[in-house]
């Protein structure tokens, strides 16, 4: 077992309690995690609040502008599309389809990247160690250009775009976990705390978890962002998810035709994306601003 820690090496019992402290001091952060809460419930919530249903069609009403113009109306507050169906009912519903599944996508490869990464970098001449250097052949090559040679493969559908993406870029994170746990383990006080006997279990916990967590934050939330584009980009291309499905990608690709005549029913789809893109990017760079300076 480990004793008596010196806290220029680990990380104190008390972690996450005075990781919260330090991060309620920093207004940006706090914003940052306020808005990634919002953020979820929208994606668990959205079909529920949203006035009516994605699908639900208003005869004689389509291809209404948003309610701030004129002819717009408030009970369509982001108009309709040119089936008459509602913009604001179909991007709540669409923080499901597109956001869920990329969160779905990150918290996978969090898991499965960071055990084969950590087992990888520690274990070296096994099977693991192969692997690794396996998925290295793919840092290569664009994430979305894996992405759409895998999806190819299969029938289009938005779960199968999922699994295309989370194939494209585990071995990214793996790589990345990978050369860091390797590093961390070539520490001389981590050396000389294996040769005293420590538990492999306990130097994970105690010393490669914690060290590797600015790392993965900062890369989890860059695989969060890309994992959103690739989503609608796969839809937007017909290899994701299928109309009527309200995932926003699907959605400008429905409405390209009608970009001259309702702009409305692709910029608000893609202004949704990006939305969701800034509150990742502004929440990954605050947790991670807010460990590096509790650290040091």
Known sequence: MLNNKDPEQFRESAYFTQFWAVLRQDTIALVSVNLFFALLGLTLLGYWIAPYSAEQQFVGLELMP????????????????????????RILS??????????????????????????????????????????????????????????????PSLPNAMLAIFLAMLPHFIHKIYQTTQQELKREYVVTLRLEGAKFKDLVKEVILPNLTVIAVKELSHIFVIAVLDISALSFISLGAKSPTPEWGTMIRDSMELVYIAPWTVILPGLAIVFVILIITLLGNSIVRVLEKYRY
Do not use: C
């Open 66 to 89: 948003p309610s701030w113009n004129d002819q717009g109306q408030i009970s369509h507050f982001f108009g309709t599309d040119d089936l008459g169906r509602d913009i604001f009912s």
């Open 94 to 155: 669409g923080f499901y389809y597109t956001v869920g599944s990329a969160l779905t996508i990150t918290l996978a490869i969090a898991v499965i990247g960071g055990v084969i990464g950590i087992l990888a970098g520690a274990k070296k001449g096994s099977s693991f160690f192969i692997l690794s250097h396996l998925f290295d052949t793919f840092l290569f090559t664009p994430i979305l250009l894996i992405a759409i040679i895998i999806a190819t493969l299969m029938e």
